[in-house]
């Protein structure tokens, strides 16, 4: 468990907390690219780390991630006309270029000082992986470039990107990405429905049994230069373990333990939006093929279990506020839930927790040392920054470029030897 000033340090990310401090040393996603999709088209609001902001893309392609309100009387510029790379206020047309810099203003006469003088708070974009990154950092400290995720590096035609609300903080969801051991439990079907399609898609009936009769895996952790990787290990038939192996990076990405050699990959992003909610950026993504028109139709559907059955918003339809559509004669016959979809089993049960988790309640298992390592590695970053010394890894943009996934070896293998057979080497870089 931790204690109370640790969950609170932990968990909140809000402008002049500790952790939001950290996170801002960092590029964070801030939207989707096609949430911006024209050049001069409506802006669209956005919060980051407890901080209303809004994001338009201006004439010349560029993204703007600025302060909403306008410096002469704080109308909302939400409302402004996106024209002539910039953000025209509708009350006395004031604009605003994607630096924050204001670049007109009708109603002021010539010499009155205000020239060049003029400016509201903006942040760095850049764009990458069908997303728009900001840096909400100290300037000095902007890492040169976005930490540099596979998925983002491979051809757009390779990879399929969008994301999701999460109801809850942002820690909780995390961690459960890196507790693989609830797969046992919180998304098995029913014995008769083991080819069920809550699996992922590349999940066959003998890894439903593995995870299925062996709850309780073996951990392994492996650090890196950016996070860790670590393998949880299940008796599958004969003398084999069946491993599952999950990425972590600073400060709060994942990549998932399902895939296979030769299979696609997912991964996660997660963004604070404020202390009871967060951004779940969700991507696919395979560096041998195009991913065909089929497949990024089941993705767009919920379908493939990493991506949930979204409506207005990003928002999963079935979420918080109608307790996730669960179904108690589905529950009793056919699925360990009753709630339909991967992704929305893993919400219900981190949103149960509560809006932010009380820490100091909980007696953890050894199941947990994926959690525990989380915990210990935000923690120590956080007291590191606030004792002058910022993140490493947000300086290491190249060795972002990590996998995860599944592996078959026989029992007598350390998990080295597992990533080395899996990955060519024992940390998953992906071009090391």
């Known amino acids: 468990m931790l204690s109370a000033s640790d969950n609170t340090l932990l968990t909140l990310t809000g402008p002049g907390t500790a952790m939001g401090d950290y996170f801002r040393r960092f590029w964070q996603p801030v939207a989707l690219s096609r949430e911006l999709p024209e050049p001069d088209g409506a802006p ?27 410096a002469h009387r704080g109308a909302d510029l939400f409302f402004g006309r996106n024209e002539d790379c910039g953000i025209r206020c509708i009350y006395h047309g004031w604009k605003y270029d994607v630096d924050g810099k204001c670049v007109e203003m009708p109603n002021v006469p010539a010499g009155s000082g205000y020239e060049g003088k003029m400016a509201i708070k903006a942040y760095p974009t850049r764009e990458f992986g069908d997303m728009v990154w900001a840096y909400l950092g100290p300037p000095e400290h902007m890492p040169a470039e976005i930490s540099q995720l596979e998925f983002g590096v491979v051809p757009a035609s390779h990879r399929y990107v969008t994301k999701r609300l999460q109801q809850c903080n942002w820690a909780q969801s995390m961690e459960g990405a890196l507790d693989t051991a609830h797969f046992s439990f919180l998304h098995m079907p029913a014995p008769a429905m083991a080819k069920n399609d809550t699996m992922t898609a590349a999940a066959d009936e003998s890894r439903i049994r593995w995870l299925r009769n062996d709850p309780l895996p073996q951990f392994s952790i492996l650090d890196h230069d950016v996070g860790f990787v670590i393998g949880g290990s299940r008796r599958a ?18 990549i998932t333990p399902s895939p296979m050699p030769g299979e696609t990959y997912y991964g996660y992003t997660w963004v604070p939006i404020d202390d009871e909610s967060c951004w779940i950026y969700v991507y696919a993504w395979n560096p041998e093929r195009a991913l065909p028109d089929d497949e990024r139709a089941r993705y767009a559907k919920g379908g493939f279990g990493q991506f949930a059955e979204l409506g207005p918003g990003y928002v999963p339809l079935r979420n918080r506020s109608n307790d996730y559509l669960i179904d108690r004669t589905e529950q009793k016959l056919r699925s360990f839930t009753g709630v339909r979809g991967i992704a929305e089993q893993d919400a219900m049960a981190q949103d149960s927790q509560g809006l932010i988790v009380d820490r100091t309640r909980e007696h953890l298992s050894p199941t947990d040392v994926g959690v525990v390592r989380f915990r210990r590695v935000m923690l120590d970053g956080v007291r590191a920054l606030r004792d002058g010394k910022g993140p490493a890894a947000a300086q290491r943009p190249a060795s972002y470029d990590v996998r995860g996934g599944g592996a078959m070896a026989p029992a007598d293998l350390s998990f080295e030897d597992v990533m080395l057979k899996r990955f060519g080497n024992t940390t998953g870089r992906a071009r090391s």
């Not at 669209?44 to 306008?70: H, M, N, Q, S, Y």
């Not at 038939?237 to 994942?254: C, E, K, V």
Request: hydrophobic share 40%; proline share 4%.
């Open 44 to 70: 669209i609001r956005i919060k980051v780390l407890g901080e209303e902001l809004l994001a338009f893309r201006a004439t010349d392609g560029r993204v703007g991630v600025i302060e909403p309100k306008c």
């Open 237 to 254: 038939d004969g003398n084999d373990l069946y491993w599952r192996i999950t990425q972590f990076m600073l400060p709060a990405h994942s």
